[in-house]
């Protein structure tokens, strides 16, 4: 099965959780708003899609994948879907609840990064609600990413398996999904993270080894690794980090 | 089975959705956090679970259910759960997929409803973020809800089965959260939605369905039911619905 996956060809964004699992699976599959606007792919064959009446199943806002017949949405529900199939996923019922559990605190850690750099509106410029993106990074660096970074170690320290990994006695999606978040919160809050990093070694430590999958070091080194950005999720605004 | 829900005992908040569901079925539930705090129940009994260390699985943030020996968190994961169980749910795999990506993004929907009233930290008071609050509510009566609801309107337009639910061609519980949406939306912003009502008669006529349905007549007529109010999600402060 070549799966589709369709988003924004230039940033890592919500792309990125999947990007991982298919690259460390070694799935077949293709990021179709970065090929040629040709053939019915590129940015054009995503926004086609993207609010279509011709899809039943219609996405809200990437990410979503193809595969087959078949067309998913919601960063979180894609990996619930591919996790199984790419054997980067618990095998029990109760085992894939928990990963995606905490897949939705991930997420939800994600959405309040996002809102630290644009706390009044999406549409808006970072600029044009500075101070107020000033107030909310405040609350999030002193507040909420402790609180968020303190309950993941947790999760990994009382992993019944004493694996290392945050589920099961093998690397799942979660994992590299707490890698994302790892990168991207060092690149957006070096200062923070500094401060921050000593009371989760544990999850330093994830980061650490997921990075020196084969499969992953191949990818961070292609040009299908996007770099990070001021046009993502994790945006460095030295002003946000103190 | 009978289900027990841990939620905070004096508000509807995400806790509802799940409610909803269990009150629609008719399943055996308890409300833990809502029972006397005597034999192991009331809000002592959530707190020992969230954040305790007796727990593997343990829970980011209530609600979460304990069904049998399974602890499960998150709204959208604990209807993923119970829906097939309680027979509100689609029954095929991609039929559940579907019905779970709309979850996941009424769950967005009721995060920046959330955040209208707390654009800067939830540890503060509306009090506290008024200014923030003014501006972010402005982009969301005007562009961010409007735009949800279009989206909503759309998917139930487009259901092939034409009968009048967003997944199928029953009931499920991503009705019953749309249902909770309309009704919280109504009571936090009513100007705002008397302006929009008109141009999403499908969800009005959804909303109209699903409380005439007799467990659900009998639940919100109950003393189950907790009333809206300004410590939940869905607030009227009547400066942010302009």
Request: proline content about 7%; some cysteine.
């Amino acid at each position: 099965m070549r799966y589709e996956l369709y988003y924004w060809p230039s940033i890592q964004g919500r792309g990125e959780f999947v990007r991982l699992l298919l690259e460390e699976a070694g799935a077949d599959y293709v990021d179709v708003a970065r090929l040629p606007e040709e053939n019915g792919t590129g940015l054009p064959a995503l926004l086609r899609l993207l609010g279509g009446e011709s899809l039943e199943h219609v996405p809200f806002a990437p990410p979503f994948l193809k595969a087959g017949d078949l067309v998913i949405g919601q960063t979180a529900n894609i990996l619930l879907y591919l996790g199984p199939r790419l054997r980067l996923a618990p095998k029990t019922e109760a085992g894939r609840h928990w990963a995606h559990q905490l897949q939705l605190t991930i997420a939800d850690l994600v959405g309040e990064i996002h809102d630290t750099h644009h706390p009044i509106a999406s549409s808006l410029y970072y600029e044009d609600q500075k101070p107020e993106a000033l107030r909310r990074a405040k609350d999030f660096t002193k507040n909420r990413l402790p609180k968020f970074l303190g309950y993941f170690e947790q999760v990994r320290a009382q992993n019944s398996f004493r694996s290392g990994y945050l589920v099961g006695d093998t690397l799942s999606y979660v994992d590299l999904s707490m890698f994302q978040v790892v990168a991207g919160l060092r690149y957006a809050f070096p200062r923070t993270m500094s401060r921050l990093e000593p009371g989760c070694p544990g999850l330093v430590e994830l980061h650490r080894r997921v990075a020196r999958r084969p499969r992953l070091v191949a990818y961070l080194a292609s040009e299908r690794r996007l770099p990070f950005s001021e046009e993502g999720i994790f945006r460095h605004y030295p002003e946000l980090d103190r």
